[in-house]
T-cell receptor, first 114, second 113 residues
Framework: DVKVTQSSRYLVKRTGEKVFLECVQD?????MFWYRQDPGLGLRLIYF???????EKGDIPEGYSVSREKKERFSLILESASTNQTSMYLC?????????????FGDGTRLSIL | QQQVKQSPQSLIVQKGGIPIINCAYE??????FPWYQQFPGKGPALLIA?????SEKKEGRFTISFNKSAKQFSLHIMDSQPGDSATYFC????????????FGKGTMLLVSP
């Protein structure tokens, strides 16, 4: 079974802090994704990565950056946290293939910015 | 611009009822339409998916109906159970190695005993 692990379930930070959210997958998947989930807005893609050191912007990249130094690990970075970044953050991974592959999600990190 | 529109936002049915969740898309390049189920405190998990070359797909009590000309697809849950209470997301993607998904806003389903 694929396992996507997010390092923290809950995180509380202050405005202006630099925040790191970590995600690790154990199935050697090429693609990894970061979403934020807000009530009534669904899941919105922040960034994704299709290979080590490669990244692509999603729909809402502003205020975020990412890092992928190893295939199994994908980090989301809030450079200077703001209160409007309080949200649930979900990481996912999937295999690259000729046809679409299911995305496997972690259980999320609920981030509060005070 | 919202590319996948999902309705209703919330739904309450009695046990045994057949909740129906609808989605509509705009981008004709989409060719893969999955549904994800999310329980409280958990990440979404793939429930069932369909491609536009078929009009219906059934897996257990879950059925996707697909109308390519109308650019609409829907999820039906037969004989719904309280354990089906969850948030359901439709999604769509184009066939690419990246498998990026565009999600609907979700439907919170409550199945009462």
């Amino acid at each position: 079974d694929v396992k996507v692990t997010q390092s923290s379930r809950y995180l509380v930070k202050r405005t202006g802090e630099k925040v790191f959210l970590e995600c690790v997958q154990d199935m050697d998947h090429e693609n990894m994704f970061w979403y934020r989930q807000d009530p009534g807005l669904g899941l919105r893609l922040i960034y994704f990565s299709y290979d080590v050191k490669m990244k692509e912007k999603g729909d809402i990249p502003e205020g975020y950056s990412v890092s992928r130094e190893k295939k199994e690990r994908f980090s989301l970075i809030l450079e200077s946290a703001s209160t409007n970044q309080t949200s649930m953050y979900l990481c996912a991974s999937t295999r690259t293939g000729m046809s679409n592959q299911p995305q496997h999600f972690g259980d999320g990190t609920r981030l509060s910015i005070l | 611009q919202q590319q996948v529109k999902q309705s209703p936002q919330s739904l309450i049915v009695q046990k045994g009822g057949i909740p129906i969740i609808n989605c509509a898309y705009e981008n004709t390049a989409f060719d893969y339409f999955p549904w994800y189920q999310q329980f409280p405190g958990k990440g979404p998990a793939l429930l069932i998916a369909i491609r536009p070359d078929v009009s219906e797909k059934k897996e257990g009590r879950f059925t996707i109906s697909f109308n390519k000309s109308a650019k609409q697809f829907s999820l039906h849950i037969m004989d719904s159970q309280p354990g089906d209470s969850a948030t359901y997301f439709c999604a769509a993607s184009k066939n690419s190695g990246y498998s990026t998904l565009t999600f609907g806003k979700g439907t919170m389903l409550l199945v009462s005993p």
